[in-house]
């Protein structure tokens, strides 16, 4: 018996030095810890304002060993529960892990740019998209808005709604390049067409938009001719890479993240031969406020082949090609709200999507959806909208008042 | 008498190899070559739209050599005339020589990073800081705005004098810091005190702001006591490196220009160290749309130490600090028609300027400013304005349209 209690105080102790470090390497946040014994642990000084219950020390243990990967890992799995609102217990981990210490720079500088040596060819693009777009138009229906835009929204107006919100989004796009009727515009990786059918609608422009997911294409030709807008608008099943002809305007956004920093000169060249000298592009993307490699968790179960680029690496598309950079805007803390707005939809179809695709689909979307609003919430991920023109265009406007015509407008 | 002609035509011939080479190479500028006997030579096919006279064989070779270098050795000393425009000459050739292939990038990268190498040390960058700003105010009050603003105005309505696009830039500048009254802010590289004090004026704030040249802060001292703002900002004639204490808005106008990219980070730290966790920041300077090693000419004549940066080269100001980069406005435009009017308040006050300092000052400082005025307009030069906040600051606001103030107040 004396052994036994002896052997438990040590198992105790050990159980309770890993979860301090986990806790610790992880930026301290208010979380506290129970195991699978019931025991509790916590080391702040302000009240946790979540729990996270462990279920066995090999759970524990994985958590140590990697912590983002550990936790989403087994709480996919149900061997991590969390006991509090799932959306602020994911917020308040990523507060305090990226405001943890600005060291190893250079370290993660390099690692991002190993892991950049993975190639995206058009046959690996083709199924990263597959594996995340063609999961069925079916399932995106259930909690994106009604014009079905899985990119960050423009909240305008604080009190808009998500479908108000990306219709000022693909406004807000539409008048920073511009937009004249007759002109030609290429658009790369366009989703379910939303932007497209946009601009040619309420802008009177041609377009041609490239995106390499079946089922999307297949959606937004059918959309486009339910609104006549098929002789406007021309959906193509292919990789940016096969993207030829001249436009006035060339837009991308959302695509750049699944580029991947190898290719990004190879975008670059892309614009290159198709936008005219006196035209117009804008690339919006997730980016990051410095270079890191991809976050493996979702690598593995949300994005393969992606890769969120810092200012500098998106630099990388414009410079070899002497592009000026007109405009940037940081549209961070639209996409929080964005995220979150769909994880609310997301939760509220919970069910039917677990009947559809099983429990663990279910925790792995509601993390992916929480830790993106978190992210961009905490800094670690930022949404940068980007307006650039070929070297020498002066035909550009001088002040950006006209992305303001509201209040314009009043004047 | 043979021999003479055959040589005289062989010389002939070699002189209009050299001077179409010098064209080509030049990007085919609509320029003409007059040489010293009389020759003139001109390979386009629109007519020129002005002419460079040759003095002798050897400027020839030396333009042969090292075309900018060669030009502007050679035009300060009066042994290369224009014939035409000044302006529109410089304008042309700044025009044909940055629309020449975009080959070269990784080459230009990397000489732009060796010349990096040498650093500028605080004696360094007092010795450049001295060369080119302490010539004098009154030199620089003949053909500045009455504010001496030394930086890039913004022509906000397109009739705008220089002095009402330097007070715009002013309050652009301010509305996109956001200032409350009441707030601190350092200023880095604060020229002869405009803006220090504009903001100490107009927003309340308490400003500390830096400048190693001696007769800037002397002019900006007095002109601070004479308007009764010595109480709400302080001239503090030192390097960026020595600054200290913390503030709520960090601000650097025209002055990374003259950092040097080896000690970007080093500004980095500065500004992560001095700003607060909830503040705001902007960096104005000129950029390039890619990296290219410093202008030889420009370095030895007008900015030594100097090193104009890519957006890219920007980024690493920001990334090792994790800076989330908010807002980059390009004022390209608005730099070419800044330079383009000094450079007409300096025509108008030349002998003046002749009799202070002689011809071939004059003759530099027209080819500088000609030069700069034309580098925006051709799009060798950029003016990236860029507001940027610590990790993870959420106070900060969601939409620009605050910073265009009259039409929002006009709603």
Redesign the interface.
């Known amino acids: 018996m004396k052994v036994e209690a002896k052997q438990q105080v040590a198992e105790n102790d050990f159980d309770r030095k890993i979860a301090e470090w986990c806790l610790f390497l992880a930026g301290n946040p208010r979380i506290s810890m129970k195991l699978w014994n019931g025991n509790e642990y916590y080391f702040g000084t302000q009240p946790p304002i979540a729990q996270m219950e462990i279920k066995d020390r090999a759970v524990l243990l994985s958590l140590f060993r990697s912590r983002p990967m550990g936790f989403g890992e087994n709480y996919i799995r149900g061997l991590i529960e969390v006991d509090g609102d799932f959306y602020e217990f994911v917020n308040e981990a990523s507060?305090a892990y990226?405001?943890k210490s600005?060291r190893g720079?250079h370290l993660q500088?390099l690692r991002s740019r190993l892991a950049a040596l993975r190639s995206n060819t058009m046959t690996r693009s083709r199924d990263n998209v597959h594996q995340h777009y063609d999961l069925g138009n079916e399932f995106y229906r259930l909690w994106l808005d009604e014009r079905m835009v899985y990119t960050c929204a423009?909240?305008?107006r604080?009190d808009a709604t998500l479908a108000e919100a990306q219709l000022a989004k693909l406004d807000h796009v539409c008048r920073k390049l511009q937009l004249r009727p007759g002109q030609r515009v290429i658009e790369a990786g366009c989703g379910w067409g939303a932007l497209a059918m946009h601009m040619a609608e309420h802008y009177g422009v041609f377009v041609t938009a490239y995106n390499n997911s079946r089922k999307q294409v297949a959606y937004a030709r059918a959309e486009a001719a339910a609104r006549g807008l098929a002789n406007r608008v021309t959906f193509v099943e292919d990789d940016y890479r096969t993207i030829t002809g001249q436009c006035d305007v060339f837009v991308s956004v959302g695509m750049l993240e699944h580029v991947g920093l190898r290719n990004f000169s190879t975008l670059g060249a892309v614009i290159?031969r198709s936008l005219k000298p006196d035209g117009l592009g804008l690339i919006h993307s997730i980016g990051r406020?410095?270079?890191r490699p991809p976050d493996p968790w979702i690598a593995r179960h949300i994005f393969p082949g992606g890769h969120i680029p810092?200012?500098?690496d998106i630099?990388?598309v414009?410079?070899?090609?002497?592009?000026?950079?007109?405009?940037?805007?940081?549209l961070?803390?639209?996409y929080a709200r964005t995220c979150r707005t769909w994880l609310q939809n997301f939760e509220a179809v919970a069910d039917k999507v677990r009947r559809m695709y099983g429990e663990e689909f279910v925790r792995t979307w509601r993390l992916y959806l929480a830790g993106s609003a978190a992210g961009f919430?905490?800094?670690t991920l930022?949404l940068?909208q980007i307006v650039f023109a070929p070297?020498?265009?002066?035909n550009?406007p001088?002040?950006?008042?006209y992305?303001?015509p509201?209040?314009?407008r009043?004047?």
Do not use: I
Request: hydrophobic share 25%; no cysteine; charged share 20%.
């Open positions: 507060r990226s405001q600005t720079y500088k423009y909240y305008e604080p290159k406020s410095n270079p810092s200012l500098g630099a990388t414009f410079e070899p090609f002497k592009f000026s950079v007109l405009d940037v805007e940081n961070r803390l639209h919430r905490s800094g930022q940068y070297h020498g265009n002066n550009v001088m002040t950006r008042h992305q303001y509201s209040a314009a009043a004047e």
